[in-house]
């Protein structure tokens, strides 16, 4: 009779266990609350990494007269940030450590274009045929033609 009881009793708990929500079980909750209404940009970096308890740093002079509106419900900490920093051109990163840093915006949107010329040999000022062609920051060159020109 005992034997019955003890594993009744385990199954009722089992069942019990398993209707606790997901978000419980993991120790805590990944959504927050924020409402910033004129706030400097130094203060709500502040007051974000308090209440999520994240180490965040940053530049001063990046956040030096930004005010932030904003508000956001059951948001993660990343929309948030992202939302806050995108407003003022600033994005950021997180280090291995956990640390996230406050960064200018990384880069603009890809500009997109051809571009065309002409190798010339510098003493004889003949065309140089096959002459490799890199331009900085692009991810790729090409190679001048026949009649040294490139596109």
């Known amino acids: 009779m005992y034997q019955k009881k003890t594993y009744g009793f385990i199954c009722l708990l089992f069942l019990l266990l398993s209707a606790v929500p997901a978000s419980a ?13 004129g706030e400097s940009l130094a203060q709500v970096l502040d007051e974000i990494a308090r209440e ?12 030096k007269g930004a005010d932030t509106y904003g508000r956001f419900r059951n948001q993660s900490v990343n929309h948030i940030l992202q939302a806050v920093l995108s407003r003022h051109n600033l994005d950021y990163l997180t280090l291995s450590s956990g640390t996230v840093v406050i960064i200018k915006k990384a880069a603009e949107t890809p500009s997109f274009g051809s571009f065309t010329g002409k190798v010339l ?5 003949e ?3 096959g002459a490799s062609v890199m ?3 692009a991810a790729g060159g090409t190679s001048t033609g026949r009649s040294g020109t490139f596109s």
């Open 127 to 129: 065309p140089l045929p």
């Open 135 to 137: 331009i900085a920051d």
């Open 121 to 125: 040999d510098s003493r004889t000022g």
């Open 52 to 63: 999520t308890n994240i180490d965040l740093i940053y530049d001063p002079l990046l956040v």
């Open 25 to 37: 079980q993991d120790g805590g909750s990944d959504s927050y609350d924020f409402e910033f209404r």
